[in-house]
């Protein structure tokens, strides 16, 4: 299975995380919302500059930037 960013899911789209490539304090900041290696995510909506965007994770639903997203490793379901 091929790894793409976060940031590329289209809204409707759903992957598992794979890996965060943050820092220790940015890392555990994704960590603390949810995002751990084996999380399904939904990409539920992008604003129309595409920043930020809204994901579904563990039941809440979190905007993250564009950014932050493409440090985040996903393979689609």
Do not use: H
Request: proline share 1%; net charge positive; with cysteine.
């Amino acid at each position: 299975m091929s790894l793409i960013s976060l940031n590329t899911l289209a809204v409707g789209e759903k992957a598992y995380v794979s890996k965060l490539g943050f820092g220790a304090k940015d890392r555990r900041r994704m960590q603390d919302i949810g995002l751990i290696d084996g999380t399904r995510v939904e990409c539920l909506g992008k604003a129309i500059s595409g920043d930020p965007a809204a994901y579904l994770i563990r039941g809440a639903v979190i905007a993250l930037r564009s950014e932050d997203a493409a440090k985040i490793a996903v393979s689609k379901i």
